[in-house]
Each structure stands twice: as structure tokens, then as C-alpha cells.
């Protein structure tokens, strides 16, 4: 079955530390990983996918196919990162996408 | 970017009455959306999948009688509760992807409120 797992609901940080968001999925086939995030009081939007390779706002992530996984990583946290954050999964048939139960990150002054 | 409304923002109705949900592709069309459901503090839960031109493909669990979808045409999808119960009250999404990629444009969500 596919599925997406972000193990941590809620994950606090200092401004400046590296923070990991966590994601692992499972998916019998080649899916296609995203992050969305969602800021206070705004829709939910793209943060970046696996196949850019990019970094975006400070942000990467790596499909690591042989753990599932789908880590978020940012190497000093701002406190503009404070938000909601989904693991999704697309490719399961047509563009239907399944997310993560989501992560919130706090990041303290 | 692609934008993606959603009408009404909120919605208050009474126990029994049906609700109906817009969602527009505003400047890109959809033949394929999608509704979601949010619930305070968690994750979206996809509800179906809205077809242009053909039936909405509904989750396991959701009642296509109760979450009526029509998807009339390439930039519009509307989703509708019928008989609103309290229980139903929640925080609608829809989203859509643009051309051939997976990357989904969401609506700005609506609450609806069943009292």
C-alpha cells in the first residue's frame, strides 16, 4: 500500500541550528516525492521535488530509494521557516498525491 | 504561478441544508482536481478525484451520495455536502495540477460550518 510517514508531529529548533524533517514512504513503484509547506494563515504550496534537485529556500532534500526515505533538511533554521510541512507522494495513478500526516516546525529565537 | 480559487472562503449552514463548493483553475485548465479534507491540527485526507467530463473518483470511506462532485468543465469543480450534519464540518481544499507534472495548486480552502 502506499504511504507516507512523518514520524515527528512537532519538531523546535534555534534560530541558526540545522533541522531534519523526516519522511519515509512506501511505494511499489518509481514515485515522484514532493514537500509542501504550509505558513500561517496561507494555502499550502510547493517547496520543492525530488527530480529538481534544488534548493529552495535554504532547503534540500534526497530520495534515498534503497531507505525510502525523503528527508527535509535546512543546515541553520530562520525563524520565517516556522511552519507546517508535508511529505507527499505522487504516481500512484494519474496525479493523485498522498501526504504525510505533517510535521510542524517551530523555530525559537 | 498557477492559481487556484476556492468560493466560499466560509460558510455557515444548518443541519440538513446542502453546501456547495467552488474551485477554479484560474488560469491554467484542470481536467483533473482534487478535493480534500482537513481536520484541526491534521493532515489533508484527499476525499476524490473530480474528472472533467466523467465521474468523480471517490476514497475508501467517503460517501459519493453525501460529497455530491461535478467537474462541468475544464476550469471548474464544484464539490457539494449534502444534508449537512455537524459531524461534517471541517476545512475543504481542493487542488489541481498544472500540465504534466505532479506539482498540486491548491485553493485557499474553505471552512464549513454545520450547525
Known amino acids: 500500500a502506499q504511504r507516507v510517514t512523518q514520524p515527528e508531529k512537532l519538531l523546535s529548533v534555534f534560530k541558526g541550528a540545522p533541522v531534519e524533517l523526516k519522511c519515509n514512504y512506501s511505494y511499489s513503484g518509481s514515485p515522484e516525492l514532493f514537500w509542501y509547506v504550509q505558513y500561517s494563515r496561507q494555502r499550502l504550496q510547493l517547496l520543492l521535488r525530488h527530480i529538481s534537485r534544488e534548493s529552495i529556500k535554504g532547503f534540500t532534500a534526497d530520495l534515498n530509494k534503497g531507505e525510502t526515505s525523503f528527508h527535509l533538511k535546512k543546515p541553520f533554521a530562520q525563524e520565517e521557516d516556522s511552519a507546517m510541512y508535508y511529505c507527499a507522494l505522487s504516481g500512484t495513478g494519474g496525479f493523485k498525491t498522498i501526504f504525510g500526516a505533517g510535521t510542524r516546525l517551530f523555530v525559537k529565537a | ?115
Open chain 2, 1 to 115: 504561478g498557477a492559481v487556484v480559487s476556492q468560493h466560499p472562503s466560509w460558510v455557515i449552514c444548518k443541519s440538513g441544508t446542502s453546501v456547495k463548493i467552488e474551485c477554479r483553475s484560474l488560469d491554467f485548465q484542470a481536467t483533473t482536481m482534487f478535493w480534500y479534507r482537513q481536520f484541526p491540527k491534521q493532515s489533508l485526507m484527499l476525499m476524490a478525484t473530480s474528472n472533467e467530463g466523467s465521474k468523480a473518483t471517490y476514497e475508501q470511506g467517503v460517501e459519493k451520495d453525501k460529497f455530491l462532485i461535478n467537474h462541468a468543465s475544464l476550469t471548474l469543480s464544484t464539490l457539494t455536502v449534502t444534508s449537512a450534519h455537524p459531524e461534517d464540518s471541517s476545512f475543504y481544499i481542493c487542488s489541481a495540477p498544472r500540465s504534466q507534472t505532479y506539482e498540486q495548486y491548491f485553493g485557499p480552502g474553505t471552512r464549513l460550518t454545520v450547525t
